[in-house]
């Protein structure tokens, strides 16, 4: 088979990594991709943006593409699968009017309100004075602010009292820092507690949950700074029970799922519930329509089943054939080794040293995300550069090997947080 990944992130090396390993592909093409797509066995870099979807389709016919993956939220929800089925492309991942759980909040709270599935309490606002009403007139706690369109990740802003709400509600609405993004606004209850990541593949019937994960938001140590994509995740998350997910499946999961059915949206690709563990229980802070990253990286270094066979058992709609998950049982860790600046301005372009020593860790993969090449060195080329990945037989030994390669890794300013998978080692 021919198969095509879309996106250019550590979520597309990992994928394109897994199923380059597929006895079903024979070749293997990213669009955009990375340095690290681009020298991975058996894997072929194709220039063209994941959101210039005319070309795409055009190049999937060119060359026969069998199967196309689309790894990012932003061509998701502007319709790419969409575009690709009206072609009569095999495509895996959510249709636009799917993709909404994801880039529209005020579409999944609703859903989730009218599902009954549990989930901070929220009112919806259009108009800035509506909103700045509300928080004037509340208790003073603490409130969540919420633009309710895509603003890659950025566009959630946690407030400790009514200044900070107002301020945000200001700088959405007003401001328009996401721009159309903050045309509606979310303003919720803050929840306290462990967040979790809760994947799950489905063909619209059969839901088929991913080991949990745990993201690390905060830039720095002890969950300390401003939010990012994702500085670091592991799997499995022991604190986290077999009764749990059990628990977090049909009450959340199954519900959500037969919801997007009743709504003429059936969902198909990756469902990823964004959890609080808060003392009442498990509760959805958001839904996400494609794997998670960096939370990718550790889940498919640990899965064992083929990606190809799962991915078209969901094209095909068909998931009910494919047998249980099967998993390494070993722990996975992956710490996001990143730029000086990150969540802020950067600079590109520095040569990145010691990738050759770091492969040579055992039980460790370097998947690159933010990195490009420039003459003839693979360079940083975004704010998240590498997901130094490793498997253990523990998670601290997994965490140690992932550090170990880390060390040998450099440029200037590179860093990272120092702190991958202690909540676990913590609590356990
Ligand atoms: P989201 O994009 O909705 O997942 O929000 C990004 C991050 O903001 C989450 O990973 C949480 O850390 C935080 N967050 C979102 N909603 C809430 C909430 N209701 N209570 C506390 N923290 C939240
Ligand atoms: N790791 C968080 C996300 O992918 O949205």
Redesign the pocket.
Known sequence: MKILIVGNGGREHALAWKIAQSPRADRVFVAPGNAGTHTEPGVENVDIPAMDFDRLIKFAKQEAIDLTVVGPEAPLAAGIVDAFQAEKLKVFGPTKAAAELEGSKVFCKNLLRHADVPT?DFKVFRKSEDALHYVNHREETPL?I?ASGLAA?KG?I?CQNRVEAREAVQQIMDDRAFGEAGDQLVV????RGQ?LSVLAITDGRTILPLEPAQDH?PAYEGDQGP?TGGMGAYTPVPQFSDDLLDKVESDILVPVVHAMKRQRRPFRGILYA?L?LTQQGPKV??FNVRFGDPECQPLLMRLKTDLVDLFEAVVDQRLDEIGPLEWDPRPSVCVVMASEGYPGEYKKGHPIRGLDEAAEVPQVKVFHAGTAISNDLVVNNGGRVLGVTALGDSLPSAKLQAYRAVKMIRWPGAWCRKDISDKALSDS
């Open positions: 901070a969540v919420k990740g959630v946690v919720e209850e803050c929840l967040e938001k939010n964004g609080m802070l958001e």
